[in-house]
């Protein structure tokens, strides 16, 4: 039988929203242990090898994680672990080449590099996961990245959003996961799509449904675990992905390609 944590993972068996090639080999990265999920994060040696494409091979990878100078930043920290589990939201920092991006899912399921602003990095979102009572009646709460912050606003609840300030760890404001408060996606038949909260449906001993409305027009439902609040109003407090959080039938595609030849034309 084997003994310990696995360490190997066969490319088969990947998360699909990784996104490899079947032909590029046997074997990927396993994620570490880490804040997020196995099949909910992405390694950092995937994200340098085949999303940004600085590194042609994983021994690259290794040399760019182990500089001194500390290359890749994960949330503001220094990451050297190649297999560290990066997840929804986290902020990747480059300082050598001045560039931030913000991990998100676009409306195939698929992780996409998100390309923001140096003012925009110095946050992140995370949702309320747990609110507890510690030992010696110490009011705590657990969040999506495994943060566990003490003393917490009474007024947050479960599900709803913390504004994290990065540098100092420290929660600047708080989304309540209530109707007319916008709202992303993140897991799912609907995940990465983004809409409107419209109406909490209550089930007592299953799981709560929330009805969005996304810019479209179009309805539809999903359990309140897979809401994540983005902004309050319409307004969102991150970039967007280049679809908008917007899902397209094959048809609307086609469409939408044809107006913009036409226009092009023109």
Known sequence: ??????????RITAPKSWMLSKLGGNWTTRPSQGPHKLRESIPLSIILQHKLKYALYARDVQMILADKDGNIKVDGKVRTDFGYPVGLLDVITIDKTRESYRVLYDVSGKFILKSIKPDEAKFKLVKVTQKKVGP????????????????????????????IDLETGKVVDFLKEEPGNLCYIIGGNNIGRVGLIQHRERHLGSFDIVHVKDSNGKHFSTRINNIFTIGKGKKSLISLPDDNGLYLTALEKKQAREHQEETKQQ
């Open 136 to 163: 010696n009646n110490v009011p705590y709460i657990v969040t999506n990245d495994a943060r566990t912050i003490r003393y917490p606003n009474p007024e947050i609840h479960v599900n709803d959003t913390l504004k």
């Open 1 to 10: 039988m084997a003994r310990g944590p696995k360490k190997h993972m066969k």
